[in-house]
């Protein structure tokens, strides 16, 4: 079993930044696809991006690239989302994800999934 911890969430003006940490707890993140997603009230969940542990191989959806950036800290089990040029569409509860993963791929479905964290709020205000 892997529980996932998501911080760093809060309020923040458009064009301001924020980072999110997925802390991992259970065991380590090793042989896992780790990924972000988001949902907006009266939304479905969306792909935001993700990451292979192992091998590093990153995904992003194309609305946030050049604006986000996804990265690992192997000592600490923890992942982070650096949120850049923050627009009040990117306003979501953010989460993360995990899944055992043999290959060196990472996958974009929610579907794909099967641990999550609870979830932490973005808002950006206009």
């Known amino acids: 079993q892997v529980q996932l911890v998501e911080s760093g969430g809060g309020l923040v003006q458009t064009g301001g930044s924020l980072r999110l940490s997925c802390a991992a707890s259970g065991r380590t993140f090793s042989n896992y696809a780790v990924g972000w997603f988001r949902q907006a009230p009266g939304k479905e969940r969306e792909f935001v991006t993700s990451v292979n542990w192992n091998s590093g191989i990153t995904r992003y959806a194309d609305f946030v690239k050049g604006r986000f950036t996804v990265s690992r800290d192997n000592a600490k089990n923890t992942l982070y989302l650096q949120m850049d040029s923050l627009k009040p569409e990117d306003t979501a509860v953010y989460y993360c994800?995990?899944?055992?993963?043999?290959?060196?791929?990472?996958?974009?479905?929610?579907?794909?999934?099967?641990?999550w964290g609870q979830g932490t709020q973005v808002t950006v205000s206009s």
């Open positions: 994800a995990a899944v055992f993963v043999r290959e060196h791929y990472t996958f974009s479905a929610p579907d794909d999934y099967n641990y």
